[in-house]
């Protein structure tokens, strides 16, 4: 092999196979076709309208004069001013309600969609997340867990699904800052598969599979993004998108709604300053971030382990992601880390 | 209760969950949000160049020119110019090869992306399958039978997904239509999905779970988009996607690369007007479609059952999507299908 063969091959990138450790599913690393982390950077910033004209016209900044239902929640400062409120979402995807009603159509099964779904809002429209302060941010867990307590117990919620779209490539449809509650009926295939995987990884090894991937990256280093007392930020192992971040308590717990407020505070910050990075670092991309937790259908799940996941819009699902739910991702976690480890916030 | 009360009360749509049948996943049919099938129509078509001087420099018209990798599979005419080409891609997400090599880091398990990506061409620039004949259409299908039945045996192959992204938001990077072919060492968890409901439900009901589909389908006759002596053409009851089709040999086969002949017509015919009347009636939006059959992976898979899923991108997944696998549908299936069927081609 000539000197410039080596080169070449030693300069090979291999497309790798990441399986999850709790899902068993599998995301193509496409080194290959890897780009650097600057090419990922954002430079059309024109989708999200926060001129005043808009914001004269904003269902969240003038809830009342706009129409929206009563809030359930409300928070206020000390001068009795919102800073905070939760509305009922005027065109819910479930229809509130507590009777679940079975129905079939020969070989088929559906129920009613009943549920409950609210919004979510921060009163300032130019703020999102990543622009508030720890304690702000922190308010915002607060009412999700308020509103998540609030509805856990109801008869037609087995489970909740907390979630947030920043921009509207990411499906916001208002831009005012507002996150999503959604309670239903049926526990989520996504969620399933991360309950079962998580008990199938206990049985075999005692130990809890997201305390395992919290220990390791802790002691590995290379994927961290962002570390406190008691919370890690970093990119998972099998990223399903570039610069993807998991936010997991170090404590193992299953129950998002058992966080203390000690906690809370360090979880806020580790949310605030990974949206922060993704904000300075990539020029204010769309992203979704959720909150995957045990669900609320009188069960026990002591094997699983809550978390945030923060999915920056960075691809598009194509047929081959359609068809086999294995997404090909274009940046190694290592190289998106370090990216996101450096980026000054 | 008042009159008008009454008649507001008989009007109101509730929302539905639907449950897939194989799999047993979830959808919402959220009709309180619903839109007519014409609210549906793509105004916007300037997204694909198919002006003269774009197709001056396509890489898929002018294969050699551009440098593309030497054809894997030709088809040609009477007068022996190629109708059909098959290239292996330049960027595959896939590197060739066929050892799998395993690694470890940590509690991590991947391997080396090993696999086989190819593109499949038509020739003309401008006719995407939607206008193409019934012959030119099953000559696509020649061609994804062809080049599945040479990589199926491979020693690092065990399944094999064929797709087509038609226009840039489906993710066809190049606009010349084309398919693409990826043979890969592992099951997808879409297929793995599908492959245990399918099991599960012959082992309840001693019959196969698409089979009983297709003939409540074609009994029933809501939901049917197209139906000739082999195939069925038809909205599924729990859509994913609005004007969601699937294409289905009513005869129960688990195997594409059996199929006949003689059946590769009717499958052509099926899967070019469901296109085409997406086509004509949607303003030829964007649109994934992909072939789901039993993996080559040396196992029998009695009852499966292969079929053809075609998803229009007529709907944008947020962070409920992303975060549940739970997706949100604004019209029902019935009355898309009946929207489809009322199209003319």
């Given at each position: 092999m000539s000197e410039e063969n080596k080169k070449e091959e030693k300069g090979k990138k291999f497309t790798e196979l990441r399986q999850d450790l709790v899902t068993g599913d599998w995301v193509v690393i496409a080194a290959n076709r890897a780009r650097r982390p600057?090419?990922?950077?954002?430079?059309?910033?024109?989708?999200?309208?926060?001129s005043d004209d808009a914001q004269k016209k904003c269902f969240f900044c003038y809830p009342e004069e706009t129409g929206?239902?009563?809030?359930v929640l409300i928070y206020t400062d000390a001068k009795n001013d919102w800073t905070l409120r939760v509305f009922p979402n005027k065109y819910p995807a479930f229809t509130r309600g507590d009777e679940i009603s079975h129905q079939e159509e020969g070989p088929y099964f559906m129920m009613e969609g009943v549920g409950y779904h609210e919004l979510v809002v921060t009163r300032d429209h130019k703020k999102s997340i990543a622009l508030l302060d720890k304690e702000a941010v922190a308010e915002v867990l607060d009412a999700y867990q308020d509103r998540y307590i609030d509805l856990m117990?109801?008869?037609?919620?087995?489970y909740i699904e907390i979630f947030h779209n920043h921009k509207k490539s990411a499906g916001a449809s208002i831009p005012h800052p507002h996150s999503q509650l959604v309670a239903i009926p049926v526990i989520s295939p996504y969620i399933k598969s991360e309950l079962d995987g998580a008990e199938e990884y206990h049985k075999m090894n005692r130990h809890c599979a997201y305390c395992a991937v919290a220990e390791w990256e802790r002691e590995n280093g290379k994927r961290v993004v962002f570390e406190n007392d008691k919370f890690i930020a970093f990119c998972p192992?099998?990223?399903?998108?570039?610069?993807e971040i998991w936010i997991m308590p170090k404590?193992?717990?299953?129950?998002?709604?058992?966080?203390?407020t000690e906690d809370k505070l360090e979880a806020a910050e580790a949310l605030q300053v990974s949206l922060a990075k993704i904000y300075e670092s990539l020029g204010n991309p769309a992203y979704n971030f959720y909150l995957h937790t045990a669900p609320c259908?009188?069960?026990?799940?002591?094997h699983f382990h809550w978390h945030i996941e923060i999915l920056p819009r960075t691809a598009l699902w194509a047929g081959f992601e359609l068809s086999t739910g294995i997404e090909i991702s274009t940046i190694e976690p290592e190289a998106a880390a370090e990216f996101l480890r450096n980026a000054k916030v």
């Open positions: 600057e090419e990922f950077i954002v430079h059309d910033d024109c989708e999200v309208d926060v929206q239902e009563k809030d117990n109801k008869k037609s919620v087995n192992f099998a990223s399903r998108a570039a610069f404590k193992h717990n299953p129950y998002f709604e058992r966080m203390s259908d009188g069960k026990d799940y002591p």
